[in-house]
């Protein structure tokens, strides 16, 4: 499948009346155009369309938004540069980009060099880039490989997170809720010490499209019945 074909694929799955809400939402200057299809179905189309670099690269330089979340999910993970991850990383301000980039399965959370590369962006001041790195933190944390972090790797960045919590800006502070969720579900010690920084910062108050969202309840998830279970906590 090449790029036009891709295009043509996803205007017979536009939505109206999220493109109607797209335009709403995004001013002119913005210059992202949309077909309003919600992340579901684009993870769907995805799958049918499957991994291509060539295409990948070719979709993520066009004006619209459907288009860059799916060469997001089909790029390559062998072949994804840390170059182009700091490149795309500078244009991730619509929608759900930011959020394909880093979590939602990514294919920068396979690349050889994720561990190293979101330890540099959590650790660094752009905001931007510290979210995307809890959130690739967030995918390692469900890495069942042999080359994944050991625990003292996430005792580390759990105690990052209780020490930095509260001057994080908010964006930075729901992705840090996410990536303790992600840690304190590998085992009970990971669990217990996530527990304990979650309990002390409470839910997480955040925004959507300006309007107020249920607060992320860290505690609620490391203490639920299914994970009681699986780590016989």
């Known amino acids: 499948m090449n790029n036009i074909q891709v295009i043509a694929l996803l205007k017979a799955n536009q939505n109206k009346k999220n493109i109607e809400r797209w335009n709403k939402r995004n001013s002119v200057s913005d210059k992202l155009k949309s077909f309003g299809i919600g992340l579901t179905v684009l993870r769907k189309l995805a799958k049918q369309i499957g991994r291509n670099r060539k295409l990948a690269l070719e979709l993520w330089e066009t004006d619209i938004y459907d288009a860059k979340i799916i060469a997001l999910l089909i790029d390559d993970p062998k072949q994804i540069t840390q170059e182009q991850a700091e490149m795309q990383v500078e244009n991730l301000r619509h929608g759900h980009l930011a959020h394909v980039f880093s979590s939602c399965g990514a294919s920068l959370a396979k690349t050889h060099f994720v561990v190293p590369l979101l330890v540099e962006w959590i650790n660094?001041?752009?905001t931007m880039r510290q979210s995307c790195g809890y959130g690739l933190l967030y995918e390692v944390s469900k890495s069942k490989r042999k080359d994944a972090p050991v625990d003292d790797f996430f005792l580390k960045r759990i105690q990052e997170i209780s020490t930095c919590f509260h001057k994080a800006h908010k964006a930075v502070q729901l992705a840090m809720g996410g990536a303790l969720i992600g840690i304190g579900k590998r085992n009970a010690v990971l669990n217990a010490s996530a527990?304990?920084?979650?309990?002390?910062?409470?839910?997480?108050?955040?925004?959507?499209?300006?309007?107020?969202?249920?607060?992320?309840?860290?505690?609620?998830?490391?203490?639920?019945?299914?994970?009681?279970?699986?780590?016989?906590?």
């Open 195 to 233: 527990l304990k920084v979650a309990k002390s910062i409470g839910p997480i108050q955040f925004k959507s499209n300006g309007s107020d969202c249920e607060p992320l309840n860290v505690t609620k998830h490391l203490t639920s019945d299914y994970i009681k279970n699986k780590l016989r906590v």
């Open 124 to 126: 660094g001041k752009d």
